[in-house]
């Protein structure tokens, strides 16, 4: 019964969550698979994707990984937000589809996950994500199908104050790893394992590890909380950036976002490093060659780009939906950049091409290996779908973005949840040209009302294939608009509703993660 013995020989004090079965199958590839998620991770700020506001790179690894295999440029998340958007990378799904459309809920069972299929062909499997709990009721679905799992947070979401978090994210990403490389000092080498780390450093509130806080944009004259945090900052760089999105402080100065900016990046730096020292670790194992590595996120950051906003998850924008994507391995490509959009949905069918193992005809997701191996020079669909929640729902091409709210919903997550009428502001439709204007800051049909549709023969021409995808995405039945709220008792209901994150039904009426601005007018 393999891997009983790493309970023992791991003795990390975290929480480990161990699986096991008899009579395994034998893989049908001798090759591994090393999945690597950054949180909150936007594309642009790495080297590889643009990033040249300082003197040196942030990402100097994962760039490296870039030039190492094949780097897509134009890759999105579903949703912007964690729980969703890993769900749809593990599953190959849409969040309309698994009803997985919020933090805190849970994946029906009937969803299998990429893990559970590798395990069930054979493969020793581990899994280690920072800002989960691995043996939660509601979070475990993260880990199913993984032999081994640990968890940033020990085992216990409720072990810290606020103002520890800035300090314990290090701590979480510090477990991490360290409980991802004791699985690999132990991991049978007579058979192919597969393994994920998640690190979550990245996130808010922008406050690296101390050898990581001076590194970019810091200059004397800068504001208190952003100058030179500590590591009991959390509280102070969240209500500094709190006030400006609400308008409680001036408009910040370019040397301000500059250094919010760098502060950002310093956190990359410092994951850019836990990166490195994995990679390392699989090269002295004599296992880096032999192994698929897939590099990627689960939602970007706004970071002022819109509403004076920092955070991601009130955002449908493409600083939050655009998501590095970076595969390399045997026998694959090297060298080469993918302008075509993929999405997370397609990294899991890919994966389970790459490793000779069966495909699965209920993902959503088409898989990247022909490009990836040089038969193919484009991905195979043309287009990727984006949600908020139930409410907001946009498309794009890589080219053009459509983003349609009827309802008129105004997302009223953190920092607005607290703010009675307070709201991230999206028309009831909004068009952008993404290679004239990347950050989206033109909305090319402002003043167009929805009655003008006419079923989206009244769009200019360029935005009516978009409309059409989304059209019929909406109407199918899979995609049936509601949110798996059915198995959340009473206080986990209660913590979300709390939190912004939970009202009731499919329109924003009665619910408290998002209000209402003036009807759009339509038929």
């Known amino acids: 019964m393999r891997n009983r013995r790493?309970?023992?020989?791991?003795?990390?004090?975290?929480?480990?969550?161990?699986?096991?079965?008899?009579?395994?199958?034998?893989?049908?590839?001798?090759?591994?698979?090393?999945?690597?998620?950054?949180?909150?991770?936007?594309?642009d700020r790495l080297g590889a994707y643009g990033n040249a506001d300082w003197d040196t790179s942030p990402s100097p690894r994962a760039d490296a990984l870039g030039a190492e295999g094949v780097l897509f440029e134009t890759a999105y998340a579903p949703r912007g937000q964690t729980h969703p958007s890993l769900a749809s990378m593990l599953t190959g799904l849409y969040p309309a589809t698994t009803g997985l459309r919020e933090n805190g809920f849970p994946l029906s069972p009937e969803y299998?996950?990429?893990?559970?299929?590798?395990?069930?062909?054979?493969?020793?499997?581990?899994?280690?994500?920072?800002?989960?709990?691995?043996?939660?009721?509601?979070d475990g679905w993260v880990a199913r199908g993984a032999d081994v799992a640990a968890d940033g947070y020990g085992g216990s979401r409720g072990s810290f104050t606020h103002n520890d978090e800035s300090r314990l994210q290090v701590e979480w990403d510090n477990r991490v790893e360290r409980a991802t490389k004791s699985y690999l000092d132990f991991v049978d080498k007579d058979k192919p394992f597969a393994v994920w780390t998640h690190f979550y450093d990245i996130h808010k509130p922008y406050n690296p590890p101390q050898g990581y806080i001076g590194r970019f944009g810091k200059t004397p004259e800068l504001p208190d909380?952003?100058?030179?945090?500590?590591?009991?900052?959390?509280?102070?760089?969240?209500?500094?950036?709190?006030?400006?999105?609400?308008?409680?402080?001036?408009e910040p100065s370019e040397q301000?976002?500059?250094?919010?900016?760098?502060?950002?990046?310093?956190?990359?730096?410092?994951?850019?490093?836990?990166?490195?020292?994995?990679?390392?670790?699989?090269?002295?194992?004599?296992?880096?060659?032999?192994?698929?590595?897939?590099?990627?996120?689960?939602h970007g950051e706004e970071l002022y780009d819109h509403n004076r906003y920092f955070y991601h998850g009130a955002s449908i924008y493409d600083g939050v939906v655009r998501i590095p994507l970076i595969i390399s391995g045997p026998e694959l490509q090297r060298g080469l950049r993918v302008s075509g959009v993929v999405r997370n949905i397609d990294i899991a069918p890919t994966v389970l091409d790459l490793l000779g193992l069966p495909e699965a005809p209920e993902m959503e997701g088409a898989t990247l290996a022909p490009v990836l191996r040089g038969e193919a020079a484009e991905p195979t669909v043309d287009h990727a779908i984006i949600e908020w929640q139930d409410l907001i729902y946009a498309v794009s091409d890589g080219k053009h973005k459509l983003i349609l709210n009827r309802q008129h919903v105004f997302p009223r997550k953190s920092p607005y949840h607290s703010v009675p009428g307070a709201g991230f502001d999206i028309d009831c439709?909004?068009?952008?040209?993404?290679?004239?204007d990347p950050l989206e800051q033109t909305n090319l049909l402002q003043g167009f009302e929805l009655d003008q549709l006419e079923g989206g023969r009244g769009l200019p021409e360029e935005?009516?294939?978009?409309?059409?995808?989304?059209?019929d995405f909406l109407a199918d039945p899979a995609h049936e608009g509601s949110m798996n709220v059915?198995?959340?008792?009473?206080?986990?209901?209660?913590?979300?509703?709390?939190?912004?994150?939970?009202?009731?039904?499919?329109?924003?009426?009665?619910?408290?993660?998002?209000?209402?601005?003036?009807?759009?007018?339509?038929?």
């Open 463 to 471: 935005f009516q294939p978009l409309y059409f995808h989304l059209r």
């Open 256 to 298: 301000e976002l500059k250094r919010i900016e760098g502060l950002y990046d310093g956190a990359i730096r410092a994951t850019d490093d836990r990166l490195s020292r994995i990679l390392d670790q699989l090269e002295e194992m004599g296992e880096l060659e032999n192994t698929y590595v897939v590099f990627t996120s689960d």
């Open 225 to 250: 909380p952003i100058r030179a945090p500590g590591p009991n900052s959390a509280m102070a760089l969240e209500q500094y950036l709190a006030n400006i999105t609400l308008g409680r402080s001036p």
């Open 429 to 436: 439709i909004e068009a952008y040209d993404l290679l004239a």
């Open 112 to 138: 299998t996950t990429l893990f559970e299929r590798l395990d069930a062909a054979g493969y020793q499997t581990g899994v280690f994500i920072s800002n989960f709990v691995v043996q939660h009721p509601v």
């Open 6 to 43: 790493m309970l023992s020989r791991l003795g990390l004090g975290l929480a480990l969550l161990i699986v096991g079965s008899c009579g395994d199958p034998t893989p049908p590839k001798d090759v591994n698979l090393l999945l690597v998620s950054w949180d909150t991770l936007r594309a």
């Open 486 to 523: 059915d198995n959340l008792d009473a206080q986990a209901r209660k913590r979300l509703s709390a939190l912004g994150y939970v009202g009731t039904g499919s329109t924003s009426a009665g619910r408290t993660d998002s209000m209402r601005g003036d009807p759009c007018i339509q038929r």
